[in-house]
């Protein structure tokens, strides 16, 4: 039987390597649930180095974090614009079939953010907690979506 014949770990000078550069403090979030970081990186990484508009469907975005409800994926997008790291633009086509929405990513609010959060004292798992706790109610979705993360005021 014949085995694959494997390289020695390591990068060769001249390879090229398809990477994308993500920031450190977004793997630095501690108490962010897994799907949520999840969801930020491989927006992340969608939106390149230019950090230009990315354009994932909910479909790819639920294979890449390996959810299957697509719910999950519209509650991360609910919870980063409620923090304001990102913004979702609407399109459709010219025949005014859907497409997949334009997200953008904002790094400077979510470093400033991170530092607000920081200097506040305030723990990512309470603030998911009560961003979760609010989503789930019907009542109290539509208003948590209407006003800016009540962490950002205080």
């Given at each position: 039987m014949n085995t694959i014949e494997l390289e020695k770990i390591g990068i060769e000078v001249d390879e090229i390597i398809p990477y994308t550069i993500i920031e450190?403090?977004?793997?630095?979030?501690?108490?962010?649930?897994?799907?949520?970081?999840?969801f930020l990186l491989m927006l992340r990484r969608y939106c390149g180095a230019d950090k230009k508009p990315a354009y994932p469907s909910y479909t790819t975005l639920m294979v890449d974090i390996?959810?299957?409800?697509?719910?999950?994926?519209?509650?991360?997008?609910?919870?980063?614009?409620?923090?304001?790291?990102?913004?979702?633009i609407n399109r459709s086509a010219e025949n005014k079939e859907k497409l997949s929405n334009y997200y953008i990513l904002s790094l400077k609010n979510i470093r400033l953010v991170l530092e607000h959060f920081k200097k506040k004292n305030y723990s990512f798992k309470d603030i998911e907690t009560y961003f979760e706790k609010e989503y789930k109610n019907k009542d109290t979705k539509v208003?948590?979506?209407?006003?800016?993360?009540?962490?950002?005021?205080?």
């Open positions: 450190n403090y977004i793997f630095d979030i501690k108490g962010l649930s897994a799907n949520k970081k999840l390996g959810s299957t409800s697509r719910a999950t994926i519209m509650k991360c997008i609910d919870f980063f614009i409620w923090l304001k790291w990102l913004e979702r208003e948590l979506l209407s006003k800016p993360c009540k962490y950002l005021t205080e």
